[in-house]
Antibody, heavy 114, light 110 residues
């Protein structure tokens, strides 16, 4: 069965970087882009971008360009999102989802606090 | 301020039919399809409707979607207590060159 399993909770200080992973199983990893979406506490969903695990191509949300990087490792069927220069308002649950939006990871809480 | 506009809340009693609207513009709903997601408290969103009116396997036919022009709607008939959740619409936006979401609608089953 298709599964996306994400890495665990992160606590970072302002100005630091964070890297979250998303391990895929149950399907051919390179057949589907991976979306990254974040959700601040009590807020709505915000698309961060996607990565194409077949080509390595990426597209980032315009408001996050320069602070977010997505990459992948096909040898372990894992996609990553890295965000730099973290601020307190970056505190959010990060989700990965398959291109067709039909399967989502369980979410990773990233807390930015001094 | 979300690019797609949804009412912040909706409510209904068990068995009722409720509808949640999603309003956009020519750069998103006017040219691209809409998806709907259900998010139960503390869980990841779940795809409920894709490409305006298609249900993934396993989603009850009590849930239906429609779109006309730059507006879309999610309807839930035969409301049940387990439908109490947040609902989000989403679409590709050609101007922003990215996916955009509605602000979400909190559905309460009275």
């Amino acid at each position: 069965q298709v599964q996306l399993v994400q890495s665990g909770t992160e606590v970072k200080k302002p100005g630091a970087s964070v890297k979250v992973s998303c391990k895929a199983s149950g399907y051919t990893f390179t057949d589907f882009y991976i979306h990254w979406v974040r959700q601040a506490p009590g807020q709505g969903l915000e698309w961060m971008g996607w990565i194409n695990p077949k080509s390595g191509g990426t597209k980032y949300a315009k408001n996050l360009q320069g602070r977010v990087t997505m990459n992948w490792d096909t040898s372990i069927n894992t996609a990553y999102v890295e965000m730099s220069s973290l601020r307190s308002d970056d505190t959010a649950v990060f989700y990965c989802a398959r291109r067709t939006w039909d399967f989502w990871g369980q979410g990773t809480l990233v807390t930015v606090s001094s | 301020q979300s690019v797609l506009t949804q009412p912040p809340s909706a409510s209904g009693t068990p068995g009722q039919r409720v509808s949640i609207s999603c309003s956009g513009s020519n750069s998103n709903l006017g040219r691209n399809t809409v998806h709907w997601y259900q998010q139960l408290p503390g869980t990841a969103p779940k795809l409920l409707i894709y490409r305006d009116d298609q249900r993934p396997s396993g989603v009850p036919d009590r849930f239906s979607g429609s779109k006309s022009g730059t507006s879309a709607s999610l309807a839930i008939r035969g409301l049940q207590s387990e439908d109490e959740a947040d609902y989000y619409c989403a679409s590709w936006d050609d101007s922003l060159d990215g996916w955009v979401f509605g602000g979400g609608t909190k559905l309460t089953v009275l």
